[in-house]
Nanobody
């Protein structure tokens, strides 16, 4: 399974960005894979942003609730992260991940496959 993330960039506080992550691979089937977004800021551990099960159940980090929205398009094998009202503390490398289960755990260590990361920088 390969994941290709895109959509990062430099924005100002209060702006919006949408990240995309396309999955591919002979064994990948959106209908049986959970997907998610995690982030890692300099000097910090990788942390949950949002995850979505194959059935569409979502889980968000408290720090992004009501600002970020995760969604998936199973026909396109793509997961999205719509980020609104961005804050400087959202600055990080954002990684998409997937695992071969229908449910979506919150721990990064639970995920088998990772994309290359896309940098989001929010200036104040």
């Amino acid at each position: 399974v390969q994941l290709q993330a895109s959509g990062g960039g430099l924005v100002q506080a209060g702006d919006s960005l949408r990240l995309s992550c396309a999955a591919s691979g002979r064994t990948f089937s959106s209908y049986s894979y959970a997907m998610g977004w995690f982030r890692q800021a300099p000097g910090k551990q990788r942390e949950l942003v949002a995850v979505i099960s194959s059935g569409g159940s979502k889980n968000y980090a408290e720090s992004v609730k009501d600002r970020f929205t995760i969604s998936r398009d199973d026909l396109e094998n793509t997961v999205y992260l719509q980020m609104n009202s961005l804050k400087p503390e959202d600055t990080a490398v954002y990684y998409c991940a997937t695992r071969r289960t229908t449910w979506a755990p919150a721990l990064p260590s639970a995920y088998e496959y990772w994309g290359q990361g896309t940098l989001v920088t929010v200036s104040s």
